[in-house]
């Protein structure tokens, strides 16, 4: 299953504890808590259900949501 924004927002949401209504598209993620070992986590958990192949630098650079879903496949 490819990923989608809603996937990403969701799968965001949930290392974050958050409500994924809680969590905009085009903000920085950074501001809402995500920090450099959760996005790893993320990173690993989408490589290894997805088949991704960005890299921690390219998600790290601009840390939202509408930004990564390019570097991330999502449809």
């Known amino acids: 299953m490819p990923l989608t924004l809603e996937l990403i927002r969701a799968d965001v949401a949930d290392c974050l504890g958050e409500d994924p209504a809680d969590i905009p ?7 809402h808590g995500l920090d ?21 630098a390219d998600l790290a650079e601009q840390p939202a949501i509408e930004a990564w ?3 991330l496949g999502a449809a």
């Open 25 to 31: 598209l085009d903000e920085n993620l950074v501001d």
């Open 36 to 56: 450099s070992v959760r996005i790893m986590a993320l990173l690993e958990r989408w490589r290894r259900d997805h088949g991704v192949t960005a890299d921690f």
């Open 69 to 71: 879903a390019p570097l």
